[in-house]
């Protein structure tokens, strides 16, 4: 019980404090959680990202099985979700909504704090090419199960071509196999708004979830909330096991994997009319009960 305690007060709690002070800023000084969103999402996580894996260690071979693994836990548990969902009977909207809010993890806002508050620095570099392709995943795949046929597999991935992170890969890519060394005046700028990353990240969870409200259909609602705290982890653990992760790559693959369901399936919801009132109450839930999974699940790593 020390232990546990201890881990929650060391890498968890402190995410959640940042986070309240989102919420209040939202809630008291009505603050725009959409302008403060944008400019994580399009200047500090590519700048994270870029600095993470040029300054990091990670063979290419590693690299490849972080990415397999990605791809690997967030369609396992899109089949898993949808194999439920057969005999409950929803209608092609919930379907889509139940769908995206297993598959899809908070890896940005909350997953990269707690990677590198349990694990370290390493383990954060790591966890960033899970954030990635999550990502690119979320604006493909999640796209395209949200628009529910409306929008054809050319438009989806062309959706890819405007997430800023693929650019930070792609750049960073280029510097790794050159060999390059950056000069301090391009490289200090870049560390600059990587080190402001992760602080905006957890205020815009906390803004986020200050629109939160009480869900339709608790009972469903609490069904993905399982899937998304417990059965996820649990396939993550196995994958982990058959590509050989292991080490810091095995716990910020994990970690990654484990986290509540994704603020941006919100945005997805309400963009395409599918159960946003739903979508809003699992990313609610799964956030408001992840302390207790995540506490447990960074011991069992430890």
């Known amino acids: 019980m020390t232990l546990l305690l201890s881990i929650f007060a060391n890498d968890v709690l402190p995410i959640f404090l940042v986070a309240s002070v989102g919420f209040l800023l939202a809630r008291y000084l009505h603050a725009d959680v959409k302008t403060l969103s944008r400019l994580a999402f399009n200047a500090l996580a590519p700048c ?24 690997c836990v967030v369609l396992g548990i899109g089949l898993i979700g949808r194999l439920i969902t057969l005999p409950l009977r929803l209608d092609r909207a919930t379907v889509s909504a139940f769908m995206i809010v297993v598959m899809f993890s908070n890896g940005g806002n ?32 999640g796209v395209f199960l949200a628009s529910s046929g409306r929008k054809n597999t050319r438009e989806a991935l062309t959706g890819v071509l405007k997430v800023p992170v693929v650019y930070g890969v792609i750049a960073a890519a280029i510097v790794v196999a050159t060999k390059t060394t950056l000069p301090a005046p391009v490289m200090r700028p870049i560390e600059l708004l990587s ?8 205020l815009v969870l906390g803004m986020q979830l200050e629109r939160a409200a009480i869900p339709e259909r608790p009972l469903l609602v609490v069904l993905a909330t399982v899937l998304t705290l417990v059965v996820t982890p649990l396939l993550a653990l196995g994958l982990a096991q058959v590509l050989g992760l292991s080490g810091t ?13 994704a603020v941006v399936t919100t945005i997805l919801a309400l963009e395409y009319e599918i159960a946003p009132a739903f979508v809003t109450g699992v990313v609610f839930l799964s956030t408001l009960l992840s302390p207790f999974t995540v506490t447990l699940l960074i011991a069992h790593l430890k």
């Open 48 to 71: 994270l990202v870029f600095n993470l894996l040029v300054t990091s260690k990670i063979s290419a071979d590693e690299f490849g099985r972080m990415v397999l693994f990605a791809v």
């Open 110 to 141: 909350y997953g990269l704090p707690v990677s590198l508050f349990a694990f370290g620095k390493d383990a954060l570099a790591r966890a960033t090419i899970y954030f990635v392709t999550s990502s690119i995943l979320t604006y493909t795949v």
């Open 195 to 202: 080190d402001a990353a992760l602080p905006v990240m957890m």
């Open 249 to 261: 790559a095995r716990q910020a693959a994990v970690i990654e994997a484990s986290m509540p369901t």
